[in-house]
């Protein structure tokens, strides 16, 4: 409820809501851009954050050079939270791709600039 002043109001909260795919409380979350994937994986965050369940590290192994490499509870329950795969490659792995992808667009850019200075002459 939201009064005159356009303050809301909390006047029931349903502590234990239906949560199949096509009840209310899912169609609420779908009008806030959640999916019922994405509300599922919130709760079991937010559960595994009270410490009722323990998360323990994750050895993965890297796509890229073939080393395990450990994903921590804390950067598994953010790739849960924010509906993001697990990461696929080690640290190390990462970093020289976005270092590559880096250098990439600034090719790019200077492309452009090439492109629009020749458009000048
Ligand atoms: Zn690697």
């Not at 959640?34 to 559960?47: A, D």
């Not at 450990?70 to 990462?94: A, G, L, W």
Request: a positive charge.
């Amino acid at each position: 409820m939201v009064d005159e002043a356009g303050s809301p109001w909390v006047l029931e909260v349903n502590a234990n809501p239906c949560l199949s795919p096509n009840a209310v409380f899912v169609a609420a979350a779908e009008r806030a851009d959640l999916t019922f994937k994405h509300v599922v994986n919130r709760l079991l965050v937010t559960h595994s954050l009270a410490g009722r369940s323990e998360m323990k590290n994750k050895l993965l192994i890297c796509i890229q050079c073939g080393n395990e490499f450990v994903v921590t509870p804390s950067e598994q329950k953010r790739c849960i939270y924010h509906n993001f795969d697990m990461p696929k490659r080690c640290q190390e792995c990462r970093k020289h791709k976005a270092k590559i992808k880096q250098q990439e667009e600034w090719g790019r850019k200077g492309k452009h600039r090439r492109v629009r200075e020749e458009q000048f002459e």
